[in-house]
């Protein structure tokens, strides 16, 4: 299965990752780099592991930290988009928007 990063997904990651760069260092970010691409590959073997949402219909989602969770769709069983990641301290409103 392709995974394919939307606008959205590559910013919101690139966000987090100077985020902890700046506030946690280089081993911080390298580890969430880490967890992030071993989730992909999860995600490639498993794309039905993520938790349906409600509130939209064919929206997934997947914790990856525990303030940070991957908002995700399949789309014809092939491509596994990736369209959000969420920091969970943010106002849950925002987590769709």
Do not use: C
Request: proline share 2%; charged share 35%.
């Amino acid at each position: 299965m392709k995974v394919f990063w939307t606008k959205r997904a590559r910013k919101s990651f690139d966000s987090i990752v100077v985020f902890l760069l700046e506030e946690w260092g280089e081993a911080s970010a390298r580890k969430f780099l880490r967890l992030t691409l071993r989730l992909i590959e999860l995600l490639k073997e498993h794309p039905h592991i993520g938790k349906e949402e409600k509130a939209i219909e064919g929206l997934r989602s997947f914790v990856l930290t525990r303030h940070t969770t991957i908002f995700y769709r399949i789309k014809d069983e092939k491509v596994i988009v990736l369209l959000k990641f969420f920091d969970t301290r943010q106002n849950p409103q925002k987590r769709l928007k």
